[in-house]
């Protein structure tokens, strides 16, 4: 499944890969892909299973780079290896998503994601719907390092995040009392 950014021009290649241990992921993992549609950033998104379907997940790893992908965002529940069996197969960076769906709630997604060895490196975002959120904002941050126009759209997204904290200040202050 490839998401479009455009929907007046025809589809850009994918740069960034959203791989999920399961199609029951996509309520959180589609939060991803639509911080990446808003920034513009092209993505796709798939099922494949570091335990159910160990050849497919390899075989997405190694194709990335040739496909045009410079980031890949794994999202995965219970023993959670799926961010570390891509990592442990591309030189791209791979960003890991912790998902709740287990009865330990994610802590063991968490601690399956975060307790990589030395040498193969996955960014560990938080459990569940923050962290596919966050996990898109750094695939564009990493992007963005080449690419001044993503550049600007963070900076502009970093403004509004803080233009709404100061509304949502003004607004308090309204409903209080006046001392």
Do not use: C
């Not at 950033?41 to 160990?54: G, K, L």
């Not at 802590?107 to 975002?125: F, R």
């Not at 001044?148 to 009392?177: F, G």
């Amino acid at each position: 499944m490839q998401a479009s950014t455009q929907s007046d021009q025809p589809a850009q290649a994918a740069v960034v890969g959203i791989v999920m241990g399961s199609d029951s992921d996509l309520p959180v993992m589609q939060e991803a892909l639509e911080i990446l549609n808003h920034f513009g950033v092209p993505a796709e998104i798939t099922v494949a299973s570091a335990h159910r379907s160990p050849q497919r997940v390899s075989e997405y790893s190694r194709s990335a780079r040739r496909r045009g992908l410079k980031v890949l965002i794994a999202g995965a529940g219970g023993a959670a290896h799926l961010a570390g069996v891509l990592a442990a197969e591309t030189s791209l960076p791979v960003i890991g998503v912790p998902i709740a769906s287990s009865p330990l709630t994610g802590w063991d997604a968490l601690l399956s994601t975060v307790q990589m060895p030395a040498g193969v490196p996955v960014a560990t975002m938080a459990v569940g719907r923050s962290g596919a959120r966050n996990a898109a904002i750094l695939a564009a941050q990493i992007l963005a390092v080449s690419d001044s126009k993503l550049q600007e759209i963070l900076e502009r997204y970093k403004e509004e995040l803080a233009e709404k904290v100061a509304d949502k200040a003004a607004s308090l202050q309204k409903k209080l009392p006046t001392p």
